[in-house]
């Protein structure tokens, strides 16, 4: 990836020595760098898209700066309003933000130099070439899947379960697939900071590979101890017929991982199970009490957990692969834009409050942006633009990246300045030797930057220094200005984040229960509108989805908070991203759900809906009280799985709301029976600290 962002800058840059045009090749050059931070390893329409939109904000943003140069009112409120969305897009994941940060960077530079009209139409013009190539060779230089690793690491782990399920229990040997899930653990953790749907979705089939490990090992126990209590009795051949079919549904899930195509006989697999856990039933029902009676109940509550575990599993992989992405993608598209997990719209709604972090920091950075900026203009120096950039760049929503950040930025920027004034002092200079250390400063931004931001720092300054030299600008009339005005802005920022901080610390618990509470009004919502037969659209309806959309969000900037303080562990934000993935599948099946109401006709609810509903909200309310800190008993917990085999028995299934409620309630009762345990598991080492 270093190499073709490098490859994108250095080709304007011969271009424009090779046509004359120096200055132009520089503005290419500089286009191409900006869209560059928007590369990434992901799928080539994902890239694709998404390098687009870079190439023609960063246009846009070459375009006012240069227009609104001359004229400090404009300037400094366009800055102002482009560094407040800039900070929303934080809720929209990663890659929104660093989108937000470099064309506000670009619109600050090229406000401090204001052109012509033709002159700035014919800048953004460039620039936007800059960003085109660079899209083109990202695309047509990728050759590699992303997420292959992790898709075999899942695939083998799945395989090796699937291998597990039908050997005999061996009392002496570890728990099945024990070495494959460690090796699986360890593919994702390089996942630990995304929040794309894809990783989440990884992480979910991790979550629940590792409950059917657990569930099959309970129902090889217990097939064993059937044996050796009644060995001809029917359940126990009904037992040993089980667990070969659920072999063959993970063998499905890991060829499907491998292939990249969704499991074709997954369904029939998953009815064969079904069927085989109602004939366990009707076999053993009858049983006087014994023991063998009670390792069969047993056995039809591991049965019923499995299958709910393996239909998860079946249609993660289903949407992991290329296919089932695109099917995802087209599908989440059709639902109204309220309605979609991923929506940006709703989401940057939804956080259009103090109550939110990221509404917080937007506001903090649109402040000292427009601070900066008015000083800049009030009491102008050479290259005092660099004072709002700095503070772009430095500061985040969280304090201890905000910290290092202008610490390693005011550090980098004085490394990286004395290397600049070396290598001109030293070296012979020609137009070669210029383009040739623009070109290694950009392999080592690219490369290594992403992973020190001090590297990041030294690389950036001295590139910057290079690249305004060859367009014709004296080194030495930007050296110290940059110096000076980097300091300043970075201790601007440090300031910023000192008066108004967002600590985290102990909050995230408190983050987790106050998502589990909006998700538990929003369930709420969507029962009552059933149960009263209203169509969703209400009132009431779009505020408790809009808190719970906000909940989730805060929820995702507080774990990436919580990963840069010091003293967090890779365990701690690896339980979170999983209970975070289990958390998307709940609330994915209630906006199913909330979809559904408007376009099924209305029906009256079943009596096992009543039930299912009042003990859905009963988990939700013990998971946040436990995450309080307060005593929870696991027996406690209402037998979700029991509540969903009631509800399906109940009802005409061929009525389309009650199949569609069927459906959604296995979705529900799988993601908060693996809620609990990743939240009871959470709590509990919380008291032990």
């Not at 050997?167 to 728990?175: I, R």
């Not at 049965?303 to 289903?318: H, I, K, V, Y």
């Not at 300054?461 to 930007?478: D, F, M």
Request: net charge positive.
């Amino acid at each position: 990836m270093a190499a073709r962002n490098s490859i994108g800058v250095l080709l304007p840059l011969i271009a424009g020595f090779a046509l004359n045009m120096p200055r132009g090749g520089a503005v290419v050059a500089s286009g191409a760098l900006n869209v560059a931070y928007s590369d990434r390893s992901d799928a080539y329409a994902q890239r694709a898209k998404r390098m687009l939109s870079s190439s023609v904000l960063c246009a846009l943003a070459v375009l006012l700066g240069a227009l609104s140069g001359s004229h400090n009112a404009a300037a400094v409120i366009i800055a102002t309003v482009w560094a407040f969305a800039a900070g929303m897009l934080v809720a929209a994941g990663s890659t929104a933000a660093d989108l937000g940060v470099i064309s506000l960077v670009t619109l600050l530079i090229y406000a401090a130099q204001p052109l012509t009209t033709y002159q700035a139409l014919i800048s953004s013009m460039l620039a936007l070439g800059g960003g085109l190539l660079q899209t083109a060779l990202s695309v047509a230089l990728w050759p590699v899947q992303r997420y292959e690793p992790e898709r075999r690491a899942l695939a083998t782990f799945f395989l090796e379960l699937a291998r597990a399920a039908e050997q005999p229990l061996s009392a002496t040997s570890a728990p099945p697939a024990t070495i494959h899930s460690a090796q699986a653990q360890e593919a994702l953790t390089g996942l630990a900071g995304e929040t794309s749907i894809e990783a989440v979705r990884y992480r979910a089939l991790l979550s629940q590979a590792e409950r059917i490990r657990l569930s099959l090992l309970m129902i090889s126990r217990l097939h064993l101890r059937m044996q050796r209590e009644s060995p001809l009795h029917s359940g126990v051949q009904i037992l040993g017929d089980y667990r070969k079919k659920a072999a063959q549904a993970l063998e499905a899930i890991g060829n499907s991982l491998i292939s990249g195509m969704p499991a074709e006989a997954g369904k029939e697999i998953l009815a064969a199970c079904e069927s085989y856990t109602l004939l366990l039933r009707q076999e053993t029902d009858g049983l006087a009490a014994s023991f063998l009676a009670a390792a069969a109940k047993d056995a039809r509550f591991q049965m019923d957990a499995l299958n709910g575990q393996l239909r998860a599993a079946l249609e993660l992989s289903a949407h992991a692969t290329p296919a089932g992405q695109a099917e995802f993608a087209k599908q989440e598209a059709q639902q109204p834009w309220g309605l979609r997990l991923s929506g940006l719209v709703a989401t940057l709604r939804a956080n259009l409050n103090l109550q939110s972090s990221v509404f917080r920091h937007a506001v903090r950075l649109a402040t000292m942006v427009a601070l900066g900026d008015g000083l800049e203009r009030a009491f102008y120096w050479h290259r005092s633009y660099w004072l709002p950039m700095t503070i772009v760049l430095v500061l985040k929503p969280e304090f201890t990246t905000t910290f290092t950040r202008g610490l390693l930025r005011i550090g980098g920027t004085i490394v990286g300045l004395v290397l600049a004034t070396a290598l001109f002092r030293l070296l012979p200079q020609s137009v070669t030797i210029q383009i040739v250390l623009i070109f290694v400063c950009t392999l080592l931004l690219r490369w290594v930057g992403p992973a020190n931001y001090g590297i990041f720092a030294v690389t950036v300054s001295a590139l910057v220094v290079q690249l305004i030299a060859i367009a014709g600008v004296s080194p030495k009339e930007v050296i110290w200005a940059r110096g000076i005005n980097t300091a300043a802005g970075g201790a601007l920022a440090l300031l910023a984040y000192w008066v108004w901080p967002t600590w985290e610390r102990t909050q995230v618990s408190e983050r987790v229960a106050e998502m589990l509470d909006a998700y538990r009004e929003y369930f709420h919502g969507l029962a009552e509108s059933y149960v009263k037969k209203e169509v969703g659209g209400a009132a009431e309806l779009d505020r408790v989805r809009s808190n719970a959309r906000m909940a989730r969000t805060n929820l995702e900037t507080s774990v990436d908070r919580l990963g840069a303080e010091p003293g967090t562990t890779a365990e701690q934000i690896n339980q979170l991203n999983a209970l975070l993935a289990s958390s998307h599948r709940f609330v994915h099946a209630l906006m199913a759900l909330d979809a559904g109401w408007l376009h099924t006709a209305a029906v009256p609810a079943r009596t096992a809906f009543h039930k299912f509903a009042a003990d859905v909200e009963k988990t939700l309310t013990l998971l946040a009280t436990a995450l309080r800190g307060a005593q929870v008993q696991e027996k406690e917990f209402p037998d979700l799985r029991e509540d969903h085999r009631v509800l399906v028995q109940s009802g005409d299934q061929k009525i389309e709301r009650y199949a569609l409620v069927n459906v959604e309630a296995d979705r529900i009762v799988n993601s908060l029976n693996t809620l609990r345990e990743q939240v009871m598991e959470w709590a509990c080492a919380k008291k032990a600290e």
